[in-house]
């Protein structure tokens, strides 16, 4: 049995382990979509005549490492990228992270020529929306994996729309390196300030469930009513004594939902603190818990910024590029706001306003912030670099 400080210091030692060299600043991309018919945009999933398992399946000799479980295909990967399953069937490829956003772009183009080749066969395409923009949730299967079987039934308990979350939501999400813990305080609180910015700057959920999607903000809606304890801001986030610590807490103290048991998972009402005390394997323990959490920004070995629908490719390199100019100087992007703004409640009064089309956000209208934060971005992104921005800020 593992002693509760031990498990702790495990878990500061993990987030210091991912501080990276000031010169070795790189994004890093994920990106899921839904396979649809080209023909009605009906989602295809991974029981479907000719689903997501056999699309894998085709991959298979084109890619040296595959992943299973129970016997069914949930992902492939090579040196640049890896394809894996979300709950809902959503294909999400995770780009490895690199420092130019070009770099990004060539892998996505490979990805995107292997995928294409195998959707041919049945006229699949894939959609670049953040939620489903035909079928309804009710109709979509689960994967076969017995960890969202039971992710499914506690958040069936804990909100009203984890069902559309795991079954109908697919994102754009961008990670950033941070050099030390207070350089991860520094960019987490900032990521936290901009998330209702970047939202609504990457809404693109037209439809929701068959209507007219007019909330600017779906997405954060379907997390807030998910499970709030691991979604949202994290609490204490502006507290002196935030940190590695205090993420390490917020960690230990969420319920586990599930546990490893004889190579498989079983449901279990366990925090995760008690159930890593019995861990035999910290470092698959920790990572398996770290990931059960959904905060809009989120701390692995680098920072995760969840907040961004699915979109077209060149609207994400134009995120990404986004990201990576305001986190250059994380500093200059502080300073745009007011003492009196650093707190949770500034961050959901500012969503809370654009989800009923109101544009006012920390006192000031929306887009004169984001006039500001894009001079910040393209003064630290080389003219190339500028070139994506302007595709992401363009409108259409």
Same mark, same amino acid.
């Given at each position: 049995?593992?002693d509760i400080?031990?498990i702790k210091?495990?878990?500061i030692?993990?987030f210091s382990?991912?501080?990276?060299k000031?010169n070795d600043?790189n994004i890093?991309?994920?990106?899921?979509?839904? *396979?649809v018919?080209?023909?009605g945009l009906?989602s295809?999933?991974?029981?479907s005549?000719?689903?997501?398992?056999?699309?894998l399946?085709?991959?298979?000799q084109?890619?040296?490492v595959s992943?299973?479980?129970?016997?069914?295909?949930?992902g492939v990967?090579?040196d640049?990228?890896s394809?894996?399953?979300?709950?809902?069937?959503?294909l999400?490829?995770?780009?490895n992270?690199r420092?130019c956003?070009k770099?990004?772009?060539?892998?996505?183009s490979g990805?995107?020529k292997?995928?294409?080749e195998?959707?041919?066969?049945?006229?699949?395409i894939l959609?670049t929306y953040g939620?489903?923009?035909?079928?309804?949730?009710?109709?979509?299967?689960l994967l076969p994996?017995?960890?969202?079987?039971?992710?499914?039934?506690?958040?069936?308990?804990t909100?009203s729309?984890?069902?559309n979350m795991?079954?109908?939501t697919a994102s754009?999400?961008?990670?950033i390196?941070y050099?030390?813990?207070?350089d991860?305080v !520094?960019?987490t609180?900032?990521a936290?300030?901009l998330?209702p910015?970047?939202?609504?700057m990457?809404s693109?959920?037209p439809?929701f469930?068959?209507?007219v999607n007019?909330?600017p903000?779906?997405?954060t809606?379907i997390?807030?009513?998910?499970?709030?304890q691991?979604?949202?801001v994290?609490t204490?986030?502006?507290?002196?004594?935030?940190?590695y610590?205090?993420?390490?807490?917020y960690v230990l103290?969420a319920?586990?939902?599930?546990?490893?048991?004889?190579n498989?998972?079983?449901e279990?009402?366990?925090t995760?603190l008690?159930?890593m005390?019995?861990s035999?394997? !910290?470092t698959e323990a920790?990572?398996?818990y770290?990931?059960?959490l959904?905060p809009?920004?989120r701390?692995?070995?680098?920072?995760? *910024?969840r907040v961004a629908d699915s979109?077209p490719?060149?609207?994400?390199?134009?995120y990404a590029?986004?990201?990576?100019g305001?986190f250059?100087?994380p500093?200059e992007v502080?300073?745009?706001f007011?003492?009196?703004?650093?707190?949770?409640?500034s961050i *959901?009064?500012?969503e809370?306003?654009?989800?009923?089309n109101?544009p006012?956000?920390?006192?000031?209208?929306?887009n004169?912030?984001?006039?500001?934060?894009?001079?910040i971005?393209?003064?630290? !992104?080389?003219e190339?670099?500028?070139v994506y921005?302007q595709?992401?800020?363009e409108?259409g």
């Open positions: 049995m593992q400080k031990s210091q495990y878990l030692n993990f382990e991912g501080e990276k000031q600043f890093g991309v994920e990106l899921e979509h839904f *396979i018919e080209r023909d009906k295809v999933t991974y029981y005549d000719y689903g997501v398992g056999q699309i399946q085709g991959l298979l084109q890619f040296p992943y299973y479980e129970e016997n069914e295909i949930l990967a090579n640049d990228y394809i894996t399953l979300e709950p809902g069937s959503q999400e490829i995770s780009i992270p420092r956003i770099s990004i772009e060539k892998i996505y990805f995107y292997v995928i294409t195998c959707l041919k066969k049945k006229d699949y959609s939620y489903l923009p035909a079928s309804s949730v009710n109709d979509i299967k994996k017995k960890r969202y079987e039971f992710m499914d039934r506690h958040f069936r308990k909100g729309m984890g069902i795991m079954r109908g754009s999400q961008v990670s390196d050099y030390n813990e207070a991860f !520094l960019k609180r900032i936290y300030l998330t910015i970047l939202s609504y990457a693109n959920s439809v469930e068959g209507e007019t909330n903000l779906l997405r809606l997390w807030r009513n998910t499970d709030k691991r979604t949202g994290i204490g986030l502006f507290d002196d004594d935030f940190g610590e205090k993420y390490a807490d103290n319920q586990a939902i599930f546990r490893s048991f004889d498989s998972f079983i279990t009402n366990q995760a008690d159930v005390r019995e035999e394997n !910290l920790a990572e398996l770290i990931s059960l959904f809009d920004v701390l692995k070995q680098y920072i995760e *910024i979109m490719m060149t609207k994400v390199l134009g590029a986004f990201i990576k305001l250059s100087k500093g502080e300073a745009l007011k003492k009196e703004d650093l707190n949770e409640e *959901i009064s500012a809370n306003n654009l989800m009923r109101n006012v956000v920390y006192g000031a209208d929306i004169i912030i984001i006039e500001k934060l894009v001079k971005a393209q003064s630290h !992104l080389s190339n670099e500028q921005l595709s992401f800020i409108k």
